[in-house]
Nanobody, 122 residues
Framework: QVQLVESGGGLVQPGDSLRLSCATS????????LGWFRQAPGKEREFAAA???????YYADSVKGRFAISRDNTKNTVYLQMNSLKPEDTAVYYC????????????????WGQGTQVTVSS
C-alpha cells in the first residue's frame, strides 16, 4: 500500500522557520517527481515546490528564496524547509508524487498525503 505521510506542521510566528517532512512507503519513489502543494481556506490548491529524480528543484514565485525542497532517497523522504514564514503561508501542506514532469500541475500527481497544517500568526 502506497503511503505518503507528512509531518512537521504547526503554529509559528511571522519570520519563524519550519521543516516539513514527507515519508513515503509502499513503492520506490526515487525516479518520481515529488512536490509540495498547499491549500488555504477558501482557496484552490496551489503549487509550492517540487524536486525531480535528478534533484532539480522548482518553486512558486511566492516562496522562492524562502523555501527549499530536498529529498533523501535512502530514507524515502522529501523535505520542505520553510524560512521567513508569513501569515499568507498559512495553509494545509500536502506532499505528492508523480511519474511525469509537469511538476506544477496537481492533476498530474498520482499519490498524495493527508496534509499537515501550517499556521503563521502573531
Amino acid at each position: 500500500q502506497v503511503q505518503l505521510v507528512e509531518s512537521g506542521g504547526g503554529l509559528v510566528q511571522p519570520g519563524d522557520s519550519l521543516r516539513l517532512s514527507c515519508a513515503t512507503s509502499g513503492r520506490t519513489f526515487s525516479s518520481y517527481t515529488l512536490g509540495w502543494f498547499r491549500q488555504a481556506p477558501g482557496k484552490e490548491r496551489e503549487f509550492a515546490a517540487a524536486i525531480n529524480w535528478r534533484h532539480n528543484t522548482y518553486y512558486a514565485d511566492s516562496v522562492k528564496g524562502r523555501f527549499a525542497i530536498s529529498r533523501d532517497n535512502t530514507k524515502n523522504t522529501v523535505y520542505l524547509q520553510m524560512n521567513s514564514l508569513k501569515p499568507e503561508d498559512t495553509a494545509v501542506y500536502y506532499c505528492a508524487a508523480q511519474g511525469g514532469t509537469h511538476y506544477w500541475n496537481y492533476t498530474e500527481y498520482d499519490y498524495w498525503g493527508q496534509g499537515t497544517q501550517v499556521t503563521v500568526s502573531s
